[in-house]
């Protein structure tokens, strides 16, 4: 889909040369706190005309290299770690404009930058040969009209990290889809594997389980509670999301999955319970999945023997 260019805003104690980066981390960075970061163009600090290149353009991926000695990366994560085997969103699906007013250690300010991370798919900011000393980064998201107008689309995050003498440092501003204004939309997708109590370390397929799985049951609920009220299309038919009647057992191919269509981008909890011929439940999976933008990765989840504990309302 098309999106409006967005912006978004780095403010970040940092200096020197710089490569654009995006990142992903298996380990959430927990959010600092603490106030703004001084402004650029504040007339009492002063500035430190820090040497500078373009950014170098990722690929639109959310991977990150480790940090070069001496040196002070801010990264953008976007839904980063926001459910297991999601790696995150690269800055150009929601943004396109990276703006950074930088102050080192000390107050020093390092000037105005600003970058469109979609035309690179840009999702962070690097400066070199930095002393050691703590850094900050105050990040924003913005959209941009087609007159450049911008207006904001989240709050404006601050964070902190020290540099080490000999070391890189890699701040980590971490937005998720809570903290976007727009309504993105795409597709919930996932594949289920059985294991039956006999088997413990085998997964198996719908009619190779231990009982064997005749049917399954789907219960979809958004990040709020609530049943969607809706069907899941797999490679052997539609099942309902709501719970209400199960459908066919399904076992995939390696480009298989269940789909739930249309969804508004968010975590959604899926409930998979496999019954048996006598329609008992014998196996069960729940876990939170995340609906990105678009047509969406495929999760894979894994059900075990037993019924499914009630769920926490």
């Not at 992903?24 to 005309?49: C, I, L, Q, R, W």
Request: charged share 20%; glycine share 12%; net charge negative.
């Amino acid at each position: 889909m098309a999106l409006v260019a967005a912006a978004l805003v780095i403010v970040a104690t940092v200096a020197a040369g710089c490569d654009g980066l995006i990142g992903s981390a298996p380990d959430p960075v927990p959010e600092a706190d603490g106030g703004a970061a001084p402004k650029a163009d504040d007339d009492t600090t002063p500035y430190d005309p820090a040497p500078s290149t373009p950014p170098t353009p990722d690929d639109g991926s959310n991977s990150a290299p480790p940090p070069e000695p001496d040196s002070v990366t801010v990264n953008v994560g976007i839904n980063r770690g926001i459910v297991a085997d999601y790696p995150g969103d690269a800055c150009g699906s929601v943004a396109s404009l990276l703006v950074i007013d930088a102050v080192a250690p000390g107050g020093t300010s390092l000037g105005h930058q600003e970058l469109d991370c979609r035309r690179g798919g840009y999702n962070g900011f690097t400066w070199y040969d930095r002393a050691p000393g703590t850094y900050v980064a105050t990040v924003q998201l913005f959209e941009v009209d087609s007159y450049g107008t911008r207006a904001a689309v989240t709050p404006p995050r601050v964070v902190r990290g020290d540099l080490v003498a000999g070391q890189g440092a890699v701040l980590w501003a971490d937005f998720t889809y809570r903290d976007i204004d727009t309504a993105f939309t795409g597709n919930l997708k996932w594949q289920v594997g059985w294991v039956s109590a006999a088997q413990p370390d085998v997964e198996q397929s719908c009619g190779d389980a231990l009982p064997a799985v005749a049917q399954q049951r789907i219960t979809v609920r958004d990040d709020a509670g609530a049943v969607v009220d809706g069907w899941a299309r797999g490679p052997d038919g539609f099942v309902r999301t709501d719970g209400s009647a199960p459908g066919a057992c399904s076992s995939f191919a390696t480009s298989d999955a269940l789909v739930v269509t249309g969804l508004r981008w968010g975590v959604y909890t899926v409930t998979v319970e496999g019954l048996d011929t006598a329609g008992q439940v014998a196996y069960c999976e729940r876990r939170p999945l995340f609906a990105p933008i678009g047509d969406g990765v495929i999760f894979h989840l894994v059900a075990t023997a037993g019924a499914c504990p009630a769920e926490e309302m």
